[in-house]
């Protein structure tokens, strides 16, 4: 019988992403979520045998309780996501991406699965000049990492002989998903300069370290068929892709031409008003589970430029694209 994987917030931006690299590798995907910014991502699945939906939320335990019985391995990725996000909605970050992440690792030990994987962010790193490996000091500047933290401490608290979870804790992500987010750097820049004809940043000099949605989803991938046999931390991304923003932002522009597009010019003013700043070591992935990335920022520009060309998505500025904004009592239109 094919093993089944619960995937947590599967109708995310990653998750959805994620669940069609699960079905490629034959994987069946049980997918729980609350679908806060619509189910257009997994509406495909609505006839497909492997694919099971659960519209649910992580904040109520019977739900959780159900989702998990008889899945072999479980995927938490839903949360709320993103510093300005979780502040604008404090009380459901709290509850979700804290209290509510405790009951599923729980109920995830109690019933024996086989792995366990939590989406964590490097966002918990916030400021250092070094470059952090996963034993470097943490630093959060958000309640977002704040309660990151707190899981991460509370997952790894109930590890024991037979619970045995991995923390994946990612860079900031890039690309294109059946669930699109204009909140994040590369899309943000890509679609600024499909709509506005210019790239804006502000400052330029803060390091971050990016990775694509479907390197991010190979990492997934590799945890579940030959992860550690012991529970652990993994930072996720790739050493060549901590970069300063300004350098991202002409990476978008080079990714913009080499799709037919114009000459993006990038404008640099002012300061930045997002406090993160630092650089990350991803040596641990890389040698214990040969994890390497193959897609680039300016391949992912290049393609979502496309995309916004060929109107698949006909107004990037509605809400339901950024975390930070959205009210769930909009209907997506577009
Ligand atoms: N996108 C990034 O750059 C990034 C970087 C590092 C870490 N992460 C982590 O990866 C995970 C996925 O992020 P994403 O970008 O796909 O976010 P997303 O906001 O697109 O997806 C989150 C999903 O979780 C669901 N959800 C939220 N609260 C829920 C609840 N209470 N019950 C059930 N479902 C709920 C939402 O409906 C949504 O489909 C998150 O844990 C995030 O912290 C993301």
Known sequence: MKEKVLVIGGAGYLGSVLTGRLLEEGYNVRILDSFIYGRRSVEKYVNDNRVEIIEGDIRNIETVHLAIRDSSSVVLL???????????????????????AQVVASSAKLAGVKRFLYASTCSVYGVGSEI????????????????????????????????????????????????????????????????????NVFGGN??????????????????????????????????????????????????IKAAGGKDIPVNIEGESVDARDYRVSFKKIQVELGFKVKETIADAAAEIWRKLESKEIKDPKQKVYYNHYFDPSEELIG
């Open 78 to 100: 839903a949360a709320v996501v993103g510093d300005p996000a979780s502040k604008a909605r404090p009380e459901q970050t709290v509850e979700t991406n804290f209290l509510a």
């Open 132 to 199: 952090l490996d996963e034993e470097a000091p943490l630093n959060p500047v958000s309640l977002y990492a704040k309660t990151k933290i707190s899981s991460e401490e509370s997952i790894m608290g109930i590890a024991d002989r037979n619970f045995k979870p991995v923390i994946m804790r990612m860079s900031t992500l890039y690309g294109w998903s059946p669930r699109m987010r204009f909140d994040l750097v590369v899309n943000t820049m890509t679609m600024t300069a499909f709509t506005e004809g210019k790239i």
């Open 206 to 255: 803060q390091w971050r370290p990016l990775l694509s949605l479907t390197d991010a989803a190979e990492a997934y991938l590799k945890v579940l068929q030959s992860g550690p046999k012991r529970e652990c931390i993994y930072n996720v991304g790739s050493e060549e892709q901590n970069f300063i923003i300004a350098d991202v932002a002409a990476q978008v522009a080079e990714g």
